[in-house]
């Protein structure tokens, strides 16, 4: 409490015996007669000013601690951002953990390790793909030939509720290896196409400088050669302009640039949303029997036509159409290679279970519900004017979209 020495101390005054004593309020200087109130304003004071300060400093508290916390979900936002880019960089292949030539090394001492390889086949096949990356040729381990053949004779023979067939020429399949399993698809659908290709007369000059399959390294090679043509520079940026020796995933954009980088002409065409029930996309399967039939409705049961096969891609993985049946009932069916599928399951269709095994290959309209599909499909070859023509456009990607 205020004292009555404390508030005697200067502050009462009297004007003589007879006049009544007063006291001021040392704080506002306000003058009473009766010390007990004035002692009370004065706590008053005293307990109003200690408010003031405990406001003042739960409220400077409060600051800082709004303040820590905005502090704190920034640094969490900036390190789960960075978490996110490194995750999406592992996924993709770009966080510089190496490419086809690491993976391929890792692998083998992996088996070596568990002892599914001895160290003499792991030596042979280290040299082996070593010549095979200094040559840029594939090294052939991974290829099925043959299919295309097995299955038009049949057809022919065989299958009675198919009303007609349409087959690429000459297509053999390549799977993912220990050097590229889990994001080499689209390097393997590149190899599959050209294999049909290097077989039609129609795209010879274009691939003279490719006489044989390219190796994993060399098609990043030549991706990144479009890419310095000029064709798709906002590709090129998302890749920072390397894929060699990397494990980037690949998808229609750069098959297109270098399809179209060798004077392929091809188109992009984007299947955005589904076009039937349960998802489906029964529009894909008409373009695919449209391209391939090219209004010939009138032909024999089965059609081995002069057409490439298309590249195929969806969310997270890529294949590549190579015919399609039309069967009886009007329902159409696609034919498509899968990188995914190893060459002792596509062996069986060439035996004599390929009723059985053909399963690997037929995917109809019920079988394709990712929610977007791209398609490229090469059509003819082009001059060295539309061949710039298209790298300028290129500058801006846009593809045909159905519906």
């Given at each position: ?391 300028q456009a290129s500058q801006l990607f846009t593809a045909q979209r159905i519906p």
């Amino acid at each position: 409490m205020f004292s009555q020495e404390c508030s005697s101390a200067g502050f009462p005054s009297s004007s003589g015996e007879n006049d009544q004593e007063v006291y001021e309020c040392p704080l506002c200087h306000l003058v009473c007669t009766d010390y007990p109130v004035l002692q009370e304003h004065v706590e008053l004071h005293l307990q109003e000013s200690s408010f003031v300060e405990g406001r003042n400093l739960h409220d400077l508290e409060l600051a800082q601690h709004i303040q820590n916390e905005e502090v704190a979900q920034r640094r969490e936002a900036a390190r789960q951002e960075r978490e996110d880019f490194q995750k999406l960089q592992r996924q993709y292949g770009l966080d510089g953990s190496g490419g086809y030539k690491q993976q391929s090394l890792r692998n083998m001492e992996k088996e070596v390790a568990q002892g599914r390889m001895v160290p003499a086949e792991y030596h042979k096949r280290k040299a082996e793909m070593m010549e095979s990356l200094a040559f840029g040729i594939d090294d052939g381990k991974t290829q099925t030939s043959g299919i295309i053949e097995a299955l038009s004779i049949y057809y022919q023979n065989e299958y009675k509720d198919i009303k007609r067939v349409w087959l690429s020429v000459g297509v053999d399949h390549f799977h993912c290896s220990l050097g590229d399993k889990g994001w080499g698809c689209g390097y393997r659908n590149f190899q599959i196409i050209l294999s049909s290709l290097q077989k039609n007369s129609i795209y010879q000059d274009c691939l003279k400088d490719l006489e044989s399959i390219p190796c994993i390294s060399k098609i990043q090679s030549l991706i990144e050669n479009s890419w310095k043509e000029g064709f798709d520079p906002q590709g090129a940026s998302h890749f920072n302009g390397r894929l060699h020796g990397t494990k980037a995933w690949i998808g229609a954009c750069e098959i297109y640039s270098l399809l179209t980088s060798l004077r392929l002409k091809c188109q992009i065409i984007d299947f955005h949303q589904a076009t039937g029930p349960s998802g489906t996309h029964p529009r894909l399967l008409e373009w695919v029997l449209s391209y391939y039939s090219s209004d010939k409705k009138n032909g024999p049961k089965v059609l081995r036509t002069s057409k490439p096969p298309i590249y195929l891609q969806h969310q997270g993985h890529s294949r590549t159409i190579v015919g399609i049946e039309e069967r009886k009932n009007k329902s159409l069916c696609l034919l498509i290679f899968d990188p995914g599928c190893p060459s002792e399951e596509m062996q069986k269709i060439k035996g004599k279970d390929i009723c059985i095994n053909l399963k690997l290959l037929r995917r109809c309209v019920g079988g394709l519900k990712h929610k977007q599909y791209q398609v490229v499909a090469i059509d003819d070859v082009l001059s060295a004017e539309e061949k710039i023509a298209r790298q300028q456009a290129s500058q801006l990607f846009t593809a045909q979209r159905i519906p």
